[in-house]
């Protein structure tokens, strides 16, 4: 069984029972795959996933993605081992450093060099993952201990900027993006994530999974209004304001995102368009579309057309 070319963010963090309600929905709904954050307020992903498992026999799971500086990576696989246990075939673990005010800020935990932190943790834990047992000794990690079993499922790690795209090139089963404009992911990510793969020796560079805003209406204030809140609580972020940048729309003074990011960021319109824009950008070379759609007043009325569309993007281009 090969993974789906189209997933969604998860759409309902609000509550343990609401994340899996909204999962099982998204399953009856022909959706082929779900995503989930596990940030500083919403419930656990990889806890949610293990209940939804047992509700559903299709749909497929990712973490996009679990922060690495608050769970050691032996935590981290013993939870990754009960989801593949109850899900086979159906879980990929990203996984990434996340972001100093939520992991300095929130958590209160030293954040040093994450690229090298992400390293280390993503040798420690594959070696958990796929071997059953780890003995490793580096600058952040002493670990030397086994589970009672294997749980070899891909893992990705997050990228934003060209060397993180390189790192997962080099070490991991795929790289995922979060609000990169299509042609940064096109035109810097792809290209890095191959660079770090050919640096690596491996003969094929992991898979690209891009993450992509949706905005179902054909009015453009109207998308710049949804999309200008959701896009600008990202933007405030070092990482992304640097991401943003490097894509060739920095942001002003203020942080506020403009309108010709946002139109070069999002895919908005009616569903037709959204359906073949949608189309189009996995005809250019990208992997896998993780789409994040952003409600307008009609919350029932947008989710419906949105899962029509993911269907019918599905069944175009299958499975990879």
Not at 154 to 173: M, Q, V, W
């Amino acid at each position: 069984m090969g993974w789906p070319r189209i997933g969604i963010d998860q759409p309902d963090r609000r509550s343990a029972v609401g994340m899996i309600e909204a999962i099982v929905r998204a399953e009856q709904h022909g959706v082929p795959m779900v995503w989930s954050i596990t940030g500083a307020r919403s419930p656990d992903a990889l806890t949610a996933f293990a209940a939804a498992a047992v509700r559903t026999t299709t749909i497929q799971f990712g973490t996009a993605i679990v922060p690495t500086y608050p769970r050691h990576p032996v935590v981290m696989a013993q939870q990754t081992l009960v989801v593949h246990e109850l899900a086979p075939g159906r879980f990929r673990l990203g996984i990434g450093p996340s972001h100093r005010p939520t992991i300095e800020g929130a958590y209160g935990i030293p954040m040093e060099k994450p690229l090298a932190h992400l390293r280390e943790y993503l040798t420690v834990l594959r070696a958990l993952l796929w071997e059953g047992r780890v003995e490793f000794h580096g600058q952040y990690f002493h670990v030397n201990t086994e589970l009672v079993g294997k749980a070899p499922v891909p893992i990705y790690t997050s990228a934003l900027r060209e060397n993180a795209f390189r790192l997962a090139g080099e070490l991991a089963d795929g790289a995922i993006s979060w609000m990169c404009p299509a042609h940064y992911v096109l035109t810097k990510a792809l290209p890095a994530l191959e660079a770090g793969a050919t640096r690596a020796g491996r003969t094929e560079r992991p898979r690209l999974v891009a993450h992509v805003p949706v905005v179902l209406t054909d009015d453009p204030t109207q998308m710049h209004q949804r999309a200008r809140n959701v896009v600008g609580s990202y933007a405030r972020m070092p990482f992304y304001a640097a991401m943003f940048a490097d894509a060739g729309f920095p942001l002003p003074a203020d942080g506020t995102p403009t309108d010709e990011l946002l139109d070069h960021l999002v895919v908005w319109g009616a569903p037709q368009r959204v359906t073949e824009r949608l189309v189009s950008l996995l005809d250019q070379g990208i992997d896998e579309l993780l789409l994040m759609l952003i409600y307008g007043p009609d919350r029932e009325g947008d989710e419906a057309q949105f899962y029509d569309i993911v269907r019918t993007v599905h069944q175009h281009v299958g499975e990879r």
